[in-house]
């Protein structure tokens, strides 16, 4: 484990604090997301002129790779104490003692183990779920091999709840030691504690001790083998019906991130992979994001998703003290052999952290059968841990978007219309492919959860590899906006340029038709899926010179009637909207606006609001309504042809 520390000499304690955290929160090997907690012990002088002792810890909620100082939550550090002496303590009775020790009411909840900084008497306190260390507990005589690593310098724990249980464990073995002849505690299946009351010293003795356990490996030679090179099998199709069980299971709509990495690709070829992936998480911090195991999936996926979440059922039958809901049964990831591993999510950021917590864990599960097994805490230990109301607080209860964990596809997402629905998909927590010709397109929206795909749709082959990376990046497809479109020149049928004409047919009726034909057998394993289909005003009411346009966007609209007809039977709703005089797109630029309302003898402002309603319509309306068909709202509706313009008496 490497020495970060490049510091200059600080003053300030709770600077210091914040930057030997952040240097803790950057190794992903000692903590991930979110885990473990730094606090230290500070002297002020309150209002009053009184001297107080506070203990800055970390707050519940904060990442120790980006804390600030305000991530810090101040406490009393005599009241910590004192809670440390009383027999018994619940949770909430804990939250709330602690929130009301607190000196500023408006900083995040301490950590649940505010407790325990407190009662270790030094300025510093460090605490990690470093990998090597919680390996090497993770096995069958694991307490044995931390003894031979470091002797009498570290205080062994067994595992117990952290908390107040915890707290309390560790009071009771201090009782009468002398801490200066300690330099750490392990927690047996959890992690470890390094403290001084000099930042650098309780930070260098933390890296110290990891670094011991990682050497120990190394001499044990537990390293894993160089992972196969060979080309992962891939099957796009498998793989979005997986999304959909695991979805359908679940009772909302996921991501799911299939990692074809090396060392994914060679665990799931690992002989006993079903039997060492399911024995339990790396430590129990990981189970409210994990479940305490993956679903290894094999011949028939859907029958392993189902045999799996009877097997939740019952495991939580087995453990419930009988006051307990159920969480929904469906499993966070999933080891498929020769194939991958997959990462489900509400959320991209969701289905990454899984991704990363199962990276370290894959890991830490070869490295312990080689120390002679991978053996985690029992069952009920770990089902403790996953309904701990305190971990489960910490997933945050924020009510999901409408499009949460939906995949949608548009296309012409560039600019205008196409642009404006990829924006409004986004806001409503849609994960979106964004298919343009522009290649601006792969870094317009600088966002994970929309992907910019270069694509011509008029060219088969392009459309089949942006459908493909999107099932890849993704799982799978929920919604289809077919926008990609393009104004011909007007010309009337005498004058037509078979150019102007082909070029209409190529794009505006062609593309739809192969990007719908490509999308269709992805879609009948979407959930509630939708296609949209941004047609045109001039379907009902053509204008002359526009026939390559307009028959075009009748032949677009003519597709999608009968697409509803076909895919209702997959559950597939097809409808249309009809917008027109949407003008703040990209082609629409102020000359072309004034010489339009000049041809018809009007000023711009009556130009663009020239309908029923005298009223402008925004691209940001239009993809609202696009929205609005992908939906709940439009979920008992196909085949409809929805315009948007104001208002026209033609089309009335
Ligand atoms: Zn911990």
Known sequence: MKNLWNAKAQNDPLALRVYTSRLLGQESALVLHGGGNTSVKVNTTNIFGETEELLYVKGSGWDLATIEAAGFAPVKLEVLKKMARLSQLSDSEM????????????????????????????????????????????????EQRIRQIYGNRVLII??????????????????????ATLEGIILMNHGI??????????YERMIQLVTEAENYLQAQNAIIAPPLKAAPKENLLALAQIR?????????????????????????HHPQVASIATRGPLTPDHVIRTKPIPVILGENPE????????????????????????LNPAPCWAIWPELGIISFGRTIKEANIISDIKDHTIQAIQIAEKLGGWKTLPESDIFDMEYWELEQAKLGKGASLPLQGKIALVTGAASGIGRACVEALHAQGATIAALDLNPTI???????????????VTIDEEISKAVETTIRHFGGLDILISNAGLFSPSQTIAEMNPKTWDSSIAINLTSHQRLLQTCTPYLAKGIEAAVIMIASKNVMAPGPGAS???????GQTQLARVAALELGALGIRVNIIHPNAVFDTGIWTTEV???????YGLTVEEYKTNNILKTEVTSKEVATLACAMAGPIFSKTTGAQVPIDGGNERVI
């Open 95 to 142: 939250v709330r003692l602690q929130r009301s020790a607190m000196t500023d009411p408006n900083a995040p909840n301490p950590s649940v183990e505010a407790i325990l900084h407190a009662l270790i008497p030094f300025k510093y306190v460090d605490h990690t779920h470093a990998d090597s260390i919680v390996t090497i507990t993770n096995t069958e005589i694991g």
């Open 158 to 179: 067994p595992f117990v709840m952290p908390g107040f249980i915890l707290a309390k464990k560790i009071d009771e073995m201090t009782q009468g030691i002398d801490w």
């Open 193 to 202: 504690f390094t403290f001084s009351d000099d930042a650098k010293k309780s």
């Open 244 to 268: 959909k069980s695991v979805s359908e299971t679940k009772g909302a709509a996921m991501i799911a991130i299939m990692d074809t990495a090396p060392e994914s690709i060679s665990f799931t």
């Open 303 to 326: 029958e392993e998703i189902a045999n799996y979440a009877n097997a939740y059922c019952k495991y939580f039958e087995r453990n419930t003290n009988g006051q307990l809901t159920q």
């Open 442 to 456: 792969t870094t317009l929206f600088g966002k994970k959860e929309i992907l910019g795909i270069t694509c011509d």
């Open 548 to 554: 390559a346009y307009s028959v075009a966007k009748a």
């Open 593 to 599: 606006l004034e010489k339009r309302a000049k041809h």
